[in-house]
Structures are given as structure tokens and as C-alpha cells.
């Protein structure tokens, strides 16, 4: 789960980690509310959507004094912000973080995330920092350094001390360090985090760090032992679709291609698409509808494939251990009366009951396509979609 820049500012002032004064509005009065609260000009207004590359995107901008504030920041809300990250459909800006613009001495790059191949944490430090951090890694790799932490044995001194390295902070100025990078470690390990990224962190003109920026994405599975982090979801930034499938505790992640897809099984799902890509074709979405599933979610799985208007067709492909391929064949008959299927639907399935399964989907007088195996699935996507 994302959250917004303001969302994560919280959660790194709970554990001591520096950033600039400021406070989030979704009006222009509120903008402005914030901005009285603060020590002075200049500040920053930052647009809040969960995706970088904003302030290329004229999502961030600097106000000198109120009547500045007060232009920038009608502009910026209610903006459609198209970033590399958003597609060319863009995020509705909804809020603004206003808060002091900082002074800046040097910007650094600092993030935390999980490496499964390793099985630790990774902590990536950079000299350089701020816009276009992806072509300034790619282009000068030597400024940055990955230190992999056990997190079994947790953060040591000596990670702390490479890390202070690779940043390059000079030793005179080393003191406030330690403090900073133990409290990130700590909050990226108690709040269940996959990434806690800092770009900028910068050392002020007298010397000291601060956090500009903050990115922070959460382990949707740990969620349930963190009931107070579940109030930063914010649904307006998620797809509805995804949403929608939550609700029915289903796993679905809307794709950009043309053919809907429905497994049981993240691996049967992995496989499925490179069968459809095979075939010519591309998957609009990855729709898991898990072991313990009822004909009654089958058909919301259907409603929501259905609801992507860039389906073209549908492939079910369902290998029945726990889902017994009866339940599937009913829920796929009771979708088919109640969406009305529009698209050809082309059904593989194996396993517990599966004769059973195929004799509904026979007696069913519907107009289905049924494949024997994946090699015949194939064969018959590629028919589907040419």
C-alpha cells in the first residue's frame, strides 16, 4: 500500500526523523491556513498523488509570498498531473502539502527496501541526489552503494558507517547521523514497509539532515497489525477495479492488454499470461480467485474482468484442488446468466470433480469454448483474439 509524501512526513516525525514544518490542504483557504502557521516565505507546494516525477510535471512549486501561495496553489489543486509514473491518463490532484521551502546544501539519496534474493535489507545510499535519480543512477553508478542488513541481526555500526560513506558526510558533521539512520531502520521494520525512499535528503546551510521528500509503500499483507496505518489508504488512488476485488477478497491487478484472465494460483496466473502473450495477445489483468473460492465469488470475478472495457475475451484456467471444478463450472453458468458475457470465454480446468464441472458447463447451453490442456489453450487464445 502507498501513501502520500504528508502521510509518510507523519510517520518519520513519530520516530524523530527531521522534516521541514508544514501541513496538507485540500482548498485554498486551508493552503492558506497552513501557510500562517509557519515561520515565514518562501514555501513549497507539493501536489499529493502517489507517483514521482511530480515536480517535473509542475506539480511542485515555490511561493516567495501569499499572493504567490495563492496562485500556485489554485493551480496545482484539482490539476490532472501526468508524471512517467501515472500514464497519460494522470491523477487528480485532491491535496497540497504546503510547508518551508528548505536550505539547501547538498542533496542525497537515501532509501530502504527488501531484497528476496538475499533475504535482507537493503539500504541504498547516494551522494547525488534529487530530480531525474533514475539517469543519474544509471549514469553515475559510483555514487551510490547498496548495504545489504540481516534482519535477523538488525542494524550494526558498521552498516551505519558504510552508509555515512557512500553519502560522503563529512566527519565533522557525522554526529546527527547515527540517530537518523537507526529511526529509519526502525520504522521501516515496525510498520512492515517493502520501501522508505528520501529523495532529497539534504544537509542544510548549517550543516544538519532533513527530509524534503518521503516515499513509503506498506506491506498490503501486514496490514492487520497495523490498524492505524489502514487510515492512509486513500481509494481515490487506487484503481476501483482493485479496490472492488478487495472487497470480495479477491487478487486482482488490472494490466493494460485485451484478454481477461482467471486462475487459482499466483503461479497458474504467471503462466497464464506468458500463454496469452505466446498466442499474439496481451492479459488485461491478473484475477486470482484463490483456493476457498464460492460460485458466488466466480461471479463477482466475472463482473469485474467484465467492467475493463478493453476485454476482448476471457481465459479461465483453473487447476481444482480446493476449488472443486463443480463450484467453478456453477459460478462460471450463474456469471453468464447474471453479467450477460458479451466476449468469447474460453475455460481450461483440471483436477477434483472436474467431470462433473465440464457436464454443467455442457448442460449449461451456453456458448463456451473449453480447452483440454494448456497447448490446446493456447492454440484456442490465439483464435480468440485474431
Known sequence: ?????????????RYAIPVPEGGVAATLDEALAVADTLPGYPLVIKAQIHAGGRGRAGGVKFAANRDELQRRACKILGMTLVTPQTGPEGRLVQRVLV????????????????????????????????????????????????????????LQPHHIRQVLFGLGIPPDTMKQWPAL????????????????????????????????????????????????????????????????AREYNLNYIRLSGNVGVMVNGAGLAMATMDIIKKAGAEPANFLDVGGGTTAEMVEKGFAIILSDQNVTGILVNIFGGILRCDVLARGIVE?????????????????TNVEQGRKILADSGLPLITAVDLADAAAKVAEMVA
Not at 504528508?6 to 518519520?12: D, G, H, S, V
Open 99 to 154: 510547508e518551508q521551502a528548505a536550505d539547501i546544501g547538498r542533496e542525497l539519496y537515501l532509501s530502504l527496501l527488501t531484497d528476496r534474493a538475499t533475504a535482507s535489507i537493503v539500504i541504498m545510499a547516494g551522494s547525488a541526489g534529487g530530480m531525474d535519480i533514475e539517469k543519474t543512477a544509471a549514469t553515475m553508478p559510483d555514487k551510490f552503494i547498496k548495504v545489504q542488513v540481516n534482519p535477523l541481526q538488525g
Open 1 to 13: 500500500m502507498k501513501i502520500h509524501e504528508y502521510q509518510a512526513k507523519e510517520l518519520f516525525r
Open 181 to 244: 539512520l537507526a529511526a529509519l531502520y526502525r520504522l521501516f521494520v515496525e510498520n512492515d514497509c517493502l520501501l522508505v525512499e528520501i529523495n532529497p535528503l539534504i544537509i542544510t546551510g548549517a550543516g544538519s539532515p532533513l527530509a524534503v521528500d518521503a516515499k513509503i509503500e506498506l506491506d498490503d499483507n501486514a496490514l492487520f497489525r497495523h490498524a492505524d496505518l489502514l487510515t492512509y489508504r486513500d481509494l481515490h488512488e487506487e484503481d476501483p477495479l482493485e479496490t472492488r
Open 335 to 351: 456469471a453468464a446468466n447474471k453479467c450477460g458475457i458479451s466476449v468469447p470465454l474460453l475455460i481450461r480446468m483440471e483436477g
